[in-house]
């Protein structure tokens, strides 16, 4: 099979449109025509070189499609089905997994290092030469083959683009406050980054009934946004500070929760000044390799703060993302909202220049067959 898709060749230069083949489902192994691609932050991390993968390589973590055909031994899905894509497959039966942390698994760590699947061969190649898989789902193709535990069934009734923001941004942002911190209704929040995976944080917290609910960002636009899904109050950290305003709406105290989303050392350390003696200071947003964040241990002893960090929103997948979708059924989760523009594969890298500016809160790649 032949199949067109977006090709990070070298870090630091805009994704090629590339023509591959595709090789058949092996053992275990599910091929699935891809619908939707969400444009995430993520996949800039290895366009930028911040973080490493093999290339060239596929991106694109976050994505629905539909199942077009089964490898051997393959038993929970079959041609036709609507999928959705995890970027952390998980074995359903280690440590992890038991304890409801599949995010946490090793399972697919291997496909992860090296690009390649378990047999240590790729089903991506052009003229001859492999093309690797990343984070074992390389969605931003129009077809891609990945292991069986990297898909979870979708409701038929689910449009795949709104359920495509479920496969990272919504999971990762919603999951963050109600799987990883477990905010109660009544308590302080501070969102320090409003973008794709911020505003989901944001309109987690407003889903618990937090409050105040504070958004602080450097773009106006995504300030409204956050406004629209739940923020009680914003912050643009240019004209007012942080810390002083975060205080000032919670009695001097300073917030029960404050989760940066960004992934930079700076803010991570302002979120951490934001956050009240025994508070906790969450750390959602993805740093680059190497990042390092100063750390007083007595002022750390002496105000009881807690630090967490969490990876996919601390979800247990299996349950949480289908207890997601059915709140975007009841019309608590606000899905449609988070996609400002549709694009052609062709037009992917005006999708991550959109993001950089800040003009979108999420786009989203239409794959037409």
């Known amino acids: 099979m032949r199949a067109r898709a977006a090709v990070l060749a070298e870090v630091k230069k805009p994704l090629q449109i590339w023509e591959l083949e595709v090789d058949a489902p092996k053992e275990g192994e599910v091929l699935v025509r891809v619908v939707a691609a969400g444009v995430c932050h993520s996949d800039l991390h290895y366009i930028q070189g911040d973080l490493e993968t093999p290339l060239p390589a596929v991106p694109g973590h976050e994505g629905a499609g539909v199942v077009e055909a089964v490898g051997p031994g393959v038993t929970r899905f079959r041609p036709g089905d609507p999928v959705?894509?995890?970027?952390?497959?998980?074995?359903?039966?280690?440590?992890?997994?038991?304890?409801?942390?599949?995010?946490?698994?090793?399972?697919?760590?291997?496909?992860?290092?090296?690009?390649?699947?378990?047999?240590?061969?790729?089903?991506?190649?052009?003229?001859?030469?492999?093309?690797?898989?990343?984070?074992?789902?390389?969605?931003?193709?129009?077809?891609?083959?990945?292991?069986?535990?990297?898909?979870?069934?979708?409701?038929?009734?689910?449009?795949?683009?709104?359920?495509?923001?479920?496969?990272?941004?919504?999971?990762?942002?919603?999951?963050?406050?109600?799987?990883?911190a477990g905010v109660r209704a009544g308590e302080s929040v501070l969102v320090i980054g409003c973008g794709g995976v911020?505003?989901?944080?944001?309109?987690?917290?407003?889903?618990?009934?937090?409050?105040?609910?504070?958004?602080?960002?450097?773009?106006?636009?995504?300030?409204?946004?956050?406004?629209?899904?739940?923020?009680?109050?914003?912050?643009?950290?240019?004209?007012?500070?942080?810390?002083?305003?975060?205080?000032?709406?919670?009695?001097?105290?300073?917030a029960d929760y404050a989760f940066e989303v960004i992934g930079r050392a700076d803010t991570i350390q302002q979120a951490y000044a934001a956050t009240r003696k025994g508070g906790t200071t969450v750390i959602v947003g993805l740093t680059p390799m190497g990042t390092t964040v100063p750390?007083?241990?007595?002022?750390?002893?002496?105000?009881?703060?807690?630090?967490?960090?969490?990876?996919?929103?601390?979800?247990?997948?299996?349950?949480?993302?289908?207890?997601?979708?059915?709140?975007?059924?009841?019309?608590?989760?606000?899905?449609?909202?988070?996609i400002s523009r549709r694009l052609r594969l062709e037009e992917i890298n005006d999708g991550f220049e959109a993001m950089l500016a800040g003009s979108v809160a999420r786009s989203i790649v239409m794959f037409e067959h």
């Not at 990343?134 to 449009?159: H, K, M, N, R």
């Not at 105000?303 to 990876?311: F, H, N």
């Open 84 to 180: 959705l894509f995890v970027f952390r497959a998980f074995c359903g039966q280690c440590f992890y997994c038991l304890n409801g942390r599949p995010a946490l698994c090793d399972f697919s760590n291997p496909i992860r290092r090296t690009g390649r699947m378990f047999d240590g061969t790729t089903r991506f190649h052009r003229n001859g030469a492999d093309v690797h898989h990343v984070l074992g789902v390389s969605c931003f193709a129009e077809y891609t083959v990945v292991p069986e535990q990297g898909l979870l069934p979708l409701p038929p009734d689910i449009p795949l683009d709104r359920a495509a923001l479920v496969g990272c941004g919504v999971t990762t942002g919603v999951g963050a406050v109600l799987f990883a």
């Open 295 to 338: 750390l007083d241990p007595l002022d750390l002893l002496r105000t009881e703060k807690t630090i967490k960090a969490t990876l996919y929103g601390s979800a247990n997948l299996p349950r949480d993302i289908p207890r997601l979708l059915e709140l975007y059924r009841l019309g608590r989760l606000r899905l449609d909202e988070l």
């Open 198 to 254: 911020g505003l989901n944080v944001v309109q987690g917290a407003a889903l618990v009934g937090a409050g105040p609910v504070i958004a602080a960002d450097v773009v106006p636009q995504k300030l409204d946004w956050a406004r629209q899904l739940g923020a009680t109050h914003t912050i643009d950290p240019r004209e007012q500070d942080v810390v002083e305003v975060v205080r000032e709406l919670t009695g001097g105290r300073g």
